[in-house]
Each structure stands twice: as C-alpha cells, then as structure tokens.
C-alpha cells in the first residue's frame, strides 16, 4: 500500500502564516472603533423583557448595562409607546399574570397572550392597591389564624354591608385554606408577635419579583384601605394607608399613612389629611396625583373624588359632575392626561348592550368645573373576542388593566 506523502506547504498552514494571520486580526480588533453606547442601547430596547432578564446573565458588562438606572427608564418609556393589555386572575391560592397586545387584528376574534408569572396568594379575597409603571400592588384580606386554618371547604360571601358597597373585596372566591397551604411560603403573609398579618405586596410581572410590605401597625378590628401612587418629581413609589373601626363602618378614617419605597427601610410614617372621609373605590393616579371616590358624610351620604398629591402629600377634595347623580361611584379613566369619570347608559359599567358612554372631563379642579361629552356607539363596534389559552381559568374572573407598560427594573 503506497502512502500519500503531504505537502506541508500547500495542506498544513505554517507557524509563521498562523502568526501573520493571528496579528492582522489582532490589529483590525485594534483598530476598529468600540460600538457607541447609544447604539447598544438601541439594540438592546429591541429585545422583549424576557430577553432582557435572561441577558443579564451573560456576563458582568451586560449585566451592568441592563441594571443601569438610564438603560431601564429608556426601556419604561419606550414600552410605554406599545402599551399592552395586563390581564391576571387568582387560581388556587396562585395569582398567574399574562399580557396581550393592545391593539390586536381586527379581523381576529383571538387574543393571544403571553404568560409571564405566577406568585403564592392566600386569603379570601383580595384589594386591588394600584397599577403604576408597570406595577402592581395588592393586599389580600384580613382574617384571622383559626380561618385560615379551618379544613373545610366553605364559601365566604359579603352581606350588604358598607365593605360590600365600598368595592373593596373585588374578587371573592370559594377555597380551601389547610396547613399545607401555610406550608407553601406566601409571601404576603407576615408572622408579627406570632400571628398572621397580610401586608400589601408590590409585584412586577416583567421580571417576576415581588416585594412584600411592612404591616400596617393599627388598633385592633380596624379597616385597612391602601392606594399605590407614584411621585413623578422625586421619582418615587409611594404606598397611602387609611383605617377606621371595622364596628363603625359609618366612621370616617382615623389614620392616614404614607410609606415611600426605594428610601432604604420600609417604614410607615403618620400623614395630616385636611378632608376627613373614608375610601369607597375607583383609584387612579394621574401625573403625580391619585383620584379616588370617599365619603365625606354618612349622615347625609355625601360622596366626593379625593385627591392625594403625591409629591406634597396633601389632600383636596373635588366635586362630582353635577350631570353624573346616576351612580354614587362612576369609572374613573385617564383622559388625555385628565381626570375624567365614564359611564355607560347610566350604569358604571361598559357590557356588549351598552349603546353610549358618557364622559365628565375635569376641566378646573379648584373650581369644580368638568366638562361633558356624549360618544354614540354605531351598531356592531362592540364585539367578542376570546383570550385564548385561558380555559384553567374558567368561572374566575380575570382582572384587566388597559395601559400596561413593562418595567425591567429590578425592585
């Protein structure tokens, strides 16, 4: 057998040619100029937030990048220009999060969404605290160690009391707390003086975290109402607390308390409100200042729209549109960057058999003036469409939020 004898200098690169070569390639890394920082920026507010979570593992740079303070308020107020639909819904002791394009094709009936997380819920119901910049804030409600821990399935329901009428349980469900359950780690449950204490929790279903808050210190049997706002100035997360005796639900609040997050220790801090009333329902912040409808009298059932400043903490109160007596609480909605409530034939909420909308624009809060208009709505405009892969989450209702914008900021 007759061996092929190799050339070396035609088949096997030589020392010298592999050190040619290694040193060009060498001086051309060394002579190309470095990507700008604002072109990787905008490559990188291309990708999903997912994507965004899982690059901060490549390495240290880019990890350094995605977690700067500039690169994640670019990235909020890019997502803030293709807001999504935020739907979630709370199943077997698990709140699950989706989202779904705002605008989907009009042609489809279908709206696909996109499953982002779930996190550990117990409790009886919950309280919707606020949704600001990407966040979510809710509280579960109070009960006591022996229910939680009762075995039996049983169904809780509200009896028309003032709690019933405030809006504040929007979703009570049957479920079936045991020790297992307890076992879990919820992590909105707080053990204080070796009790159970629900306490707000803040979540962000960008980048599936969640921040458990310090409990509200109170007396006993009280009312715990929060709202979750945000400081445009001082570029801050603020969480406002109200209480009143749960034996005199007629009472106004008792206790106004703020506590700001992203200032080193959580704590609550005691606030002066010049409008003494209780909270019923309806939050919504809108350019540092958060809305919501209270009652100012329970003699003469007196309602207004509180506003809380949120930079200055303060409060003020507004009227009601004069035109809008039909409902003691109308949808507060943002219009235009004003205030604005909206009902629908005289009900306050928007069904498939609604034939108009009527809007109150705040024109002058200090002089209490709202302007109206009226949007007929053409026969057909209003259609059904369905959330597909949400059959787990049958006879459950599914919350929604409108203006969603994603924040990869980590908490």
């Known amino acids: 057998m007759k061996l092929r004898r190799l050339n070396l200098s035609n088949d096997v690169p030589t020392s010298s040619s592999c050190i040619s070569r290694s040193s060009t390639a060498f001086n051309e890394r060394e002579n190309s100029e470095p990507i700008p920082h604002d072109l990787i920026y905008e490559l990188l507010l291309r990708l999903p937030?997912?994507?965004?979570?899982?690059?901060?593992?490549?390495?240290?740079?880019?990890?350094?990048?995605?977690?700067s303070h500039d690169f994640t308020e670019l990235f909020l107020t890019r997502s803030s220009t293709r807001q999504k639909l935020l739907f979630f819904c709370l199943k077997d002791h698990d709140f699950f999060f989706f989202t779904a394009p705002k605008n989907p094709d009009n042609n489809s009936s279908l709206v696909v969404p996109d499953y982002h997380m779930k996190f550990p819920f117990v409790g009886i119901g919950f309280?919707?605290?606020?949704?600001?910049?990407?966040?979510?804030?809710?509280?579960?409600?109070?009960?006591?160690?022996?229910?939680?821990?009762?075995?039996?399935?049983?169904?809780?329901?509200?009896?028309g009391g003032k709690i019933g009428r405030s809006g504040c349980f929007y979703k009570i469900q049957r479920q079936q707390v045991t020790d297992d359950a307890v076992k879990k780690g919820f992590t909105h449950l707080r053990t204080v003086k070796g009790g159970k204490h629900t306490v707000p929790e803040i979540c962000n279903p960008s980048t599936g975290q969640s921040l458990p808050l310090p409990k509200v210190k109170t007396r006993r049997r009280v009312n715990v109402r929060c709202f979750f706002a945000y400081?445009?100035?001082?570029?801050?997360?603020?969480?406002?607390?109200?209480?009143?005796?749960?034996?005199?639900?007629?009472?106004?609040?008792?206790?106004?308390?703020?506590?700001?997050i992203g200032t080193g220790k959580l704590s609550w801090r005691m606030v002066e409100c010049s409008v003494p009333h209780q909270p019923i329902s309806g939050e919504?912040?809108?350019?540092?200042?958060?809305?919501?409808?209270?009652?100012?009298?329970?003699?003469?059932?007196?309602?207004?729209?509180?506003?809380?400043?949120?930079?200055?903490?303060?409060?003020?109160?507004?009227?009601?549109?004069?035109?809008?007596?039909?409902?003691i609480v109308s949808n507060l909605v943002n219009y235009n960057g004003n205030l604005a409530t909206l009902t629908s034939d005289g009900d306050s909420q928007v069904t498939g058999q609604s034939r108009c909308i009527e809007l109150w624009v705040l024109a002058d809060a200090e002089k209490h003036e709202w302007s109206k208009h009226i949007y007929n709505f053409p026969r057909g405009i209003i259609r059904k469409v369905e959330i597909l892969g949400?059959?787990?989450?049958?006879?459950?209702t599914i919350n929604t939020f409108l203006h969603h914008a994603e924040d990869v900021k980590l908490m």
């Open 49 to 67: 937030a997912k994507s965004i979570a899982r690059s901060r593992c490549l390495s240290k740079l880019w990890a350094s990048i995605l977690r």
């Open 231 to 260: 400081d445009p100035i001082g570029k801050q997360f603020k969480v406002l607390s109200m209480t009143w005796p749960c034996y005199r639900s007629y009472l106004l609040c008792q206790e106004y308390k703020v506590l700001t």
């Open 390 to 396: 949400t059959d787990a989450f049958k006879h459950r």
């Open 127 to 159: 309280q919707i605290c606020g949704h600001v910049r990407g966040l979510v804030c809710l509280k579960a409600c109070s009960f006591g160690r022996r229910r939680m821990l009762r075995p039996r399935l049983k169904k809780y329901t509200l009896s």
């Open 284 to 327: 919504i912040c809108i350019n540092g200042c958060l809305y919501y409808y209270s009652m100012v009298d329970s003699v003469e059932h007196r309602y207004v729209i509180v506003c809380f400043d949120v930079t200055s903490e303060k409060f003020t109160s507004i009227r009601k549109p004069m035109g809008d007596v039909k409902c």
